[in-house]
């Protein structure tokens, strides 16, 4: 299947989640179910936004986001062990917009992301894009 319609599935099936709550503080979940459900595959990222934009920052852009990306923010979270970097991310709808797992599914401009506060009064920082071809080359042998 070329990188084009996978993009195209991933989106819709992201699209028909909008306002859904199920997936409040796990946007990585969100676009990785995004791209593994609607294509029937299996990607291996990290286990939160931060450590997934890590493992693909060889491949960063910077800028508006190309449709189908990963759009991926610094973003400090409470956790257990106190505040910690868990990151934010989103697919790239194209013109600008992101549709990322917030509160509940919603699309932003991917500037405006930065104006979310989160629950500790944070708020994300623009990170950058990673394709996504490169995201579907991630080796699967972590």
């Not at 990785?32 to 459900?37: M, P, Q, R, T």
Request: proline share 4%; with cysteine; net charge negative.
């Amino acid at each position: 299947m070329q990188h084009s319609q996978i993009a195209e599935n991933m989106i819709h099936w992201a699209l028909g989640r909008i306002g859904d709550p199920k997936y409040s503080g796990w946007c990585l979940s969100f676009i990785e179910d995004a791209l593994e459900i609607s294509n029937q595959i299996e990607i291996f990222g990290g286990d939160c936004a931060k450590e997934s934009c890590n493992m693909y920052y060889d491949a960063i852009q910077f800028g508006k986001p190309e449709r189908g990306a990963f759009v991926f923010y610094d973003c400090l979270c409470q956790s257990e062990d106190g505040t910690v970097n868990w990151g934010h991310c989103g697919i790239s709808l194209g013109e600008g917009l992101v549709i990322h797992a917030w509160a509940t599914v919603r699309i932003d401009n991917f500037q405006q992301i930065e104006q979310l506060t989160s629950p500790i009064g944070e708020h994300p920082r623009y990170i950058g894009w990673i394709p996504l071809e490169r995201v579907l080359s991630q080796p699967s042998d972590k």
